[in-house]
């Protein structure tokens, strides 16, 4: 079966084509800034050359439309018609307290919708992709994968906040996670590099890159995870400000006379990495900088190596020992210095990495130091193979 993977955002739709037999992408691609002068969709078939069109894009339908011309045109297609794709499988941001995967109906798209006040940006964009689909794919069944489900297994006691509890349920308040279907993905090569089942691992991922978190996985779930009620939780990212004493807040806003969201803003795109480095929030730019002598890159670096090194040491704490230690993501798949950094001085817990293996640079990898008791690997992230899978396992599942 082929299936169709779509992430739409607020102006663009990202998308990937899979042959399920073998997994193969067939052909992914990008439009962007749909609704705003200068739209554009890249395809990209695999193998073969890249198709660029500028048009106008006014909505996601449209955007959804040129993709699915993409990939029937004769030259730069990859299938011969719509009927081809056997199910579409849409990543959304925020599933709530979804836990897996689902089939859409009337009711999941009303879950959808409910949800939009926690991510307003992704999940109407997400809507707007499904309704599209249902519109020029009429008979082509379609799932939701959700960035938060993974982290669903979690207990009460790690995602409850110690807030008055009537307010947090009024306002569904609690540690919702992100990355979920990134970390349940690595988590899974990684139980399979190591030949055991992941129900008997104890598995810490690191997901870092320009957004970061951290997740305890244990009986094949998110036991515990950086990020919370939103993105904005954990350890310090590009431009967000990770963990913070909550204090803080209400005193900026009073010295200050910012406004809610201008306090948000600030948090999310003006702080972390940039905001203490005063350089960029690219951790390129950070090493480039701290190699020229500036002391505020150097800074914003061990803050960030810091907190990652906390959050790992307690989660081996909560999940009482940990076998394997997992780091992916732009920055994790390709920071020779991020991981070196985060994993020294950790031989107390059993982790330490060879100097060699961790050349790597953007492919798999086992980079276990000589002794070391914790198995590290680098795993590049593939949430679209997840979601595809997910889409195939519950269509399959439908047919049955
Ligand atoms: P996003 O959260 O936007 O998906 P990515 O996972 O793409 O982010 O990661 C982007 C981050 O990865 C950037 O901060 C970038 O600096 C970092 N990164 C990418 N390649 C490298 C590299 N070769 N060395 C160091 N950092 C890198």
Redesign the pocket.
Known sequence: MKILVLNCGSSSVKYQIFDMQDERVLAKGLVERIGIPGSVLTHRPAGGDKLVREEEIADHKEAIRLCLEALTDPHYGVIKDYSEIGAVGHRIVHGGTFPHSVLVDASTKEAIGELEALAPLHNGAALRGIEACEAILPHTPQVTAFDTAFHQGMPDYAYTYSLPYELCQKHLIRRYGAHGTSHQYVALRAAALVGRPLEELKVITCHL???SSITAIKNARSYDTSMGFTPLAGLTM?SRCGDIDPAIVPFLMDKEGYTPAEMDQLMNRHSGVLGVSGVS????DI?AAMAEGNDRARLAWDIFVHTAKKYIGAYVAILNGVDVLVFT???GE??VAAREAICQDMDYLGIGIDREKNQV?GREQEITSPGARVRTFVIPTNEELMIARDTLAIVQAQAR
């Open positions: 890159g320009n957004g590009g929030s690219d951790f390129r090493e993501a732009g920055l390709n920071s640079r």
